[in-house]
């Protein structure tokens, strides 16, 4: 941290941390479908370079991401309030206050719905494995984690976005 760099908060309340102010980083037409999801990236605003954290909330109709595994990162969720369901390549889940899941790398394909009528607020924590890839196996999409917290984005065939 250079001088010129304001320093972490030692501690603040979650909900008033900032939002991402872009909803996603999908291409369209993938990118319109998170309209419903609002990020508040918590681990960034204590400047955590392992590990990421975000506290995220879904409006009725909302989903978390595309259906997806990750090849290298590990991922785990929190459900604060809502009702959401889990979809993953196995089934469905309903989920409910206090519950919570985990995705290790190259396991299940996995996404949250917001199905219900009222906001879902969860945590999500992953970590932020060099070389990781994401597949999407109900979407024409794959991606790769480019290690400066940005992922490229290929059709399955190759072609880029």
């Given at each position: ?5 304001p ?19 999908y ?22 370079r ?27 969720i ?44 969860y ?25 400066d ?13």
């Open positions: 941290m250079t001088a010129t760099q320093k972490p908060p030692l501690a603040i309340a979650a909900m008033d941390a900032p939002a991402k102010t872009k909803q996603s980083n291409p369209e037409p993938f990118f319109s479908r998170m309209a419903g999801r609002e990020k508040r990236p918590l681990g960034d605003l204590f400047g955590l392992n590990f990421g954290v975000n506290l995220t909330r879904l409006a009725p109709g909302g989903e978390s991401a595309l259906l997806h595994r990750h090849s290298r990162q590990d991922e785990f929190y459900i604060i309030s809502g009702d959401p369901t889990l979809i993953t390549d196995r089934g469905e889940v309903k989920l409910r206050p206090g519950m919570c899941a985990g995705f290790p790398a190259a396991g299940i394909a996995h996404k949250l719905v917001n199905n219900s009528g009222a906001d879902v607020v945590l999500e924590i992953g970590d932020r494995s060099a070389g990781d890839e994401g597949v999407y196996p109900d979407d024409d999409l794959v991606a790769a984690f480019a290690g917290g940005n992922w490229v984005f290929q059709h399955k065939d190759g072609r880029p976005y």
